[in-house]
């Protein structure tokens, strides 16, 4: 009698989704890698707490529906995350039981409760952006004369100019660049779609400078912390937060406000729109999938509203004639 075959851990299970689902067969970004990678970086920490188990002896029962809402529920309250991140670890656990259900079919039911754990839906807020004069402000706030300050003048210029993802500007090396003949920056983004952005001769010459004073190779990151590695995220948005700091002493209107890296592509967007680009030229720009994408910055544009509003005739009003109200009615009214 041949005996039934083993069932697959699910420590080999996640390692396997990794190295042969991921990236053997799939061949996704590293950026896609690195989003799944943390998303089970916090869930094996929560379940390590909650079940009282290490990591590597968890199993795929472990990961029911109530465990996975627990989780998530986490997230939100306790982490302080955003209903986006929320979704976006969701669809990482959900990906890996669509996978977990091949390898191991005994656990189908479970699994089935799991994925029919639906989307948190979300508000959708209308898009921050700065001025003109915000920026001008922002730009002039870092300190030139030290080296972290040179450099973060140029990640925000170049943030600016290019409308580009924080994640696609700190993936770039100095061989992306390019400031002879055609000023342009090589972008990889979302997809693995690359786009070409052209570059104004203010953001050529600041880069031009902070490559002549970097120490490095060609291949080294364009924008690298003390170390020498590329600038993480949380990196970035504390160095822009000390900046709008900064800025808001000589422009009152930055104080007190949220600005992320994102608000610069939003801002490039903007002001793009505003300078009368066509919005599928603004998608190319941005590496949107699609134009509708780039509707949501018309949404957010109150001026264009109202220069629209102008040009439209006001309809003609009507001086209405009082008519005493019937007396039982108004009897009525007064109760």
Known sequence: MIPAPSLPTFASLLQDFFCQRLMTQRNVSARTVASYRDTFRLLLRYAEIRTRKSASALTIGDLDAPFVLAFLDHLENERGNSVRTRNARLAAIRSFLHYAAHEDPTSLPMIGRVLAIPTKRFDQPVLGFLSRSEVEALLAAPD?????????????????????????????????????GTRC?????????????????????????????????????????????PLSRSGVEKRLRLAVAKAAKVCPSLGGRRISPHTLRHTTAMHLLQSGVDMTVIALWLGHETPATTHLYVEADLTMKEQALKRVAEPPTSQLRYHAKDRLLAFLDRL
């Open 185 to 229: 920056v090589h972008i990889q983004g979302k997809g693995r779609k690359q786009r070409v952005v052209p570059l104004w001769s203010s953001t050529a010459a600041r880069l031009k400078e902070w490559i002549a004073r970097m120490e490095r190779g060609p291949e080294a990151p364009l924008f690298p912390n003390r170390h020498g590695l």
């Open 144 to 180: 030139r004369s030290t080296w972290s300050g040179h450099r973060d003048q140029v990640l925000f210029a170049t943030l600016y100019n290019t409308g580009a993802r924080v994640s696609e500007i700190l993936s770039l090396c100095r061989t992306d660049v390019e400031l002879d």
